[in-house]
C-alpha cells in the first residue's frame, strides 16, 4: 500500500463494482424479460390474426343488426297497435314491402 493509498479504497472499490454488477444484471433482467414479453405479444398478435382472418366483417355485424330490427320491429308494432285502422294497414303494408326489398339484399350478404 502506497502512502496515498486510503486504507479503505480497496473496500469502496470492491462495493462500487459490485453494486454496478447489480446494476448491470437487474438491466440485463429487465431487458431479457421484455423481450419475452414481446415475443409473446407477438405470437398472441399472429394467432388472433390468423384466427380473424377466418372470419367475415359481416359475422360481427350481424348480430347487431338483428338486435336492431328485433328492436325496430317491436317499436313500429307498438306504433302500428295505436294507429287507426286505415293508417295501421298503411304502416303494415309498407313494412311488409320493406321486408320484401330487404330480405333478398340481407340474404345475399
Request: proline share 5%.
Amino acid at each position: 500500500m502506497t502512502s496515498t493509498e486510503h486504507p479503505n479504497a480497496n473496500i469502496a472499490t470492491a462495493f462500487t463494482n459490485s453494486v454496478a454488477d447489480t446494476v448491470k444484471e437487474a438491466v440485463y433482467l429487465s431487458v431479457g424479460f421484455s423481450v419475452l414479453a414481446a415475443q409473446k405479444l407477438q405470437v398472441r398478435r399472429h394467432e388472433l390474426q390468423r384466427y380473424f382472418e377466418g372470419l367475415s366483417p359481416l359475422a360481427f355485424a350481424r348480430p347487431m343488426a338483428t338486435q336492431i330490427e328485433q328492436r325496430v320491429d317491436a317499436a313500429l308494432d307498438d306504433v302500428q297497435s295505436r294507429l287507426p285502422g286505415q293508417a295501421a294497414e298503411l304502416l303494415a303494408n309498407a313494412r311488409t314491402a320493406a321486408r320484401k326489398i330487404v330480405e333478398p339484399i340481407a340474404a345475399a350478404i
